[in-house]
């Protein structure tokens, strides 16, 4: 069975800090592994999906890495800003229609 | 562009009431479907998904159901809740086949069981 751990769950940075979200998971059989954000109160946004074949995606000030055969992906915040506060969650997606969510780091980055 | 939408966007019904929760996805066909929870403290619970109309799959047994009469509609529903079905409910689609696609989620609805 998948489990997918996200260590902190908390974090509160400057703004201005290059920051890294950790994402750990069991089984390295996947098909992608996506980053969301979610807002209080809000639903999740997608960030950035990364197909296993893959080992990183850029978007913006945004770098997500996937190293299957450690288990692990890291979410890369360059030049952090206040509005980057939320929640960050990692999902892995396995042989079937099921994500696997971890429970998130909550992101809070001071002005 | 695709668009998804869920209603209510909050809800508080007493305990044995029932429930029914609707979800509605736009600018695309024959999408995957999928209901999850997520309760204060816990990580986002699959509850159910749906590969096609008519067709559920249920990962939770419990007092909760599911169906999809449209091709991009989707309903969860409950005949009489429990207070341990508070949550915030969203509702979420994808394109193609499983691990082929990023998994696009609703503004949610917030419920609480009273």
């Known amino acids: 069975k998948q489990e997918v751990t996200q260590i902190p769950a908390a974090l509160s940075v400057p703004e201005g800090e290059n920051l890294v979200l950790n994402c750990s998971f069991t089984?390295?059989?996947?098909?992608?592994l996506q980053w969301f954000r979610q807002d209080p109160g809000k639903g999740l946004t997608s960030l950035l999906l990364?197909?296993?074949?893959?080992r990183e995606q850029t978007s913006g000030r945004l770098n997500a890495s996937l190293d299957k055969s450690s288990g692990r992906s890291t979410l890369y915040i360059a030049a952090s800003q206040p509005g980057d506060s939320a929640t960050y969650l990692c999902?892995?997606?396995?042989?079937?229609?099921?994500?696997?969510f971890g429970k998130g780091t909550k992101l809070t980055v001071n002005p | 562009s695709q668009t998804i939408h869920q209603w209510p966007a909050t809800l508080v019904q007493p305990v044995g009431s029932p429930l029914s929760l609707e979800c509605t996805v736009e600018g695309t066909s024959n999408p995957n479907l999928y209901w999850y929870r997520q309760a204060a403290g816990r990580g986002l619970q699959l509850l159910f998904y749906s590969v096609g109309i008519g067709q559920i799959s249920s990962e939770v047994p419990q007092n909760l159901s599911a169906s999809r009469p449209q091709d991009r509609q989707f309903i969860l529903s409950s005949k009489k809740l429990l207070l341990s079905d508070s949550g915030f409910y969203l509702c979420a689609w994808s394109a193609g086949l499983a691990g082929k696609g990023s998994l696009y989620f609703g503004p949610g609805t917030r419920l609480t069981v009273t």
């Open positions: 999902a892995l997606q396995g042989g079937s229609e099921k994500l696997v």
């Open positions: 990364i197909q296993s074949s893959q």
């Open positions: 089984d390295s059989a996947i098909y992608n």
